[in-house]
Structures are given as C-alpha cells and as structure tokens.
C-alpha cells in the first residue's frame, strides 16, 4: 500500500504535469515568435517586444478570472456537482467575453499615448502593424484561459493541453507563411505574426468549444439559468487575485 501523502503527491503530479508543460509552452511561444521576428529586423523585433510587454498586463485580468473560475469548478467537482461547475464556466465565459472585447477596444483607443512611452520613431511607425491583430486576438485569449481552467479543475487536462499544444505549433507554421511568404503567401514581416497568433488562438478557441460541448459542458439543461449572485462571486475572487498579479507584472513591465 502506498502512503496516503506519497499517493496524494502522485496525483498531484499527474494533474499538475500537463498545466506545467502548458505553460512552458507558452514561453516557448513567446520566444518562437521573437526568434522570427528577429530574423526580420532589429526594429520590428524592439516592436514585437515593447507589445508583449504591455499584452501581457491586459493577459493578468484573464489569468485572474480564470483562476477565479478554477476555483470554483473544483469546488463543485469535490462536490460531485457537475451542474454547478458548468453554471460556472458560462458566467466564467460571458465574464471573459466581456474582459476581452473591453481590452481589445481600450488597447486600440489607448494606441494613440504610446508615443508617452518615448520609444524610437521608427519603431512607434510599425506598432500599428502588430497591433490591429494582436489586440482582437485577446478578446480570444480570455475565454481559452476559461474554458482550460474549467478542464483542469475537473481533472481533465490532457485534452484541452493537446488542443492548446496544436495552437502553438499552428502559430509556428503561420508566422513562417505570414511573416517571411513562404509556400506563396504575402510576406507581411510584423503584420504577419499578428494576423498568425490570432489565427492560432481563434482555431484553439474553437477547438475547446467543440471538446466541451460534445462533453455536454455546455449543452447541460439542468442549470440554464444566470443570476448576478455567480457573477459577483467570480468577481469577488478574481479581483485579489488579478490585482496580485498585476502589481509582480507590472513592476517588471514598468521597468
């Protein structure tokens, strides 16, 4: 017989396993994109990087609300309440769909005040090119991180890590197409790996919709309802937790 703290570490382990390397991913990712983009030239590399740095403070307000929404679905599945966990995920979902479409519109109407950051000319000229699709793409990005959320805190992770992983390895494809015109395509340098990461994320988007409503997540008829009490919790969670993070990101971004 296994000790019971060995077997509860076991388990540990097998959950935590595929949410690591999901995450080591997205590193890969990042740096994947800034490799090509550097191939591109020295301006469109410092324009790649300067976005980042700021799509990723709008990212923290998803990674909150979904793991407000983690933590709520994995109460209800310690529950043996499936109902209730995906009550859950569609509050968790109107919320993110809300969150994205408010960044994708403050970042493009906050474009304008970058020149407040004092980053070369040059590099303020080819912003735009990244940005027109890098910010709808968030819109995007925020119901993934749900959707994932509500997978793994129901112990199922190894899907919706395999749809996320093709994700990845389609941006990778698309940039070679978009970025450098390869195979025939536009070569659209900054632009391309723009229009490749949204292309990527609305393909993993629809790919988990699909999982989850052939597993009935969100066809279930038991609990159809919405009401302002789920909302408010999952705002009450996500706003600690959002803040947090904001402020170790945002120290390093500032910087």
Known sequence: MMHPSLLENKLTLKLAFPIIVSHLGQILLGITDTVMIGRV??????????????????MVLGFGLAIAVSIQVSHAHGKNSLSQGIHTLRHGLILSLLLGVGTWISIQLGSPLLHYLKQPTEVLEIF?????????????MMPILVMKSYAEAQNRPWTVFWIQFAGIFLNMI??????????????????????????ARLATLLGMFVYLYFN????????????????????????????????????????
Not at 41 to 58: K, P, Q, R
């Open 128 to 140: 735009p090119d990244y940005l027109v699709w890098i910010a709808p793409s968030l819109a995007l």
């Open 174 to 199: 698309l940039n070679a197409l978009f970025i450098f015109g390869m195979l025939g395509f536009p070569e659209m340098g900054l632009a391309g790996a723009g229009l490749a990461t949204f292309l």
């Open 41 to 58: 030239g020295t301006v469109e590399l410092a324009a790649i990087a300067l976005m980042n740095n700021l799509i990723h403070l709008f």
């Open 216 to 255: 009935r997540d969100l066809t279930d008829t038991e609990n159809r309802s919405f009401s302002l009490r789920a909302f408010k919790i999952l705002f009450m969670l996500a706003t600690p937790i959002t803040a947090q993070m904001l402020m170790e990101f945002g120290a390093f971004a500032v910087s």
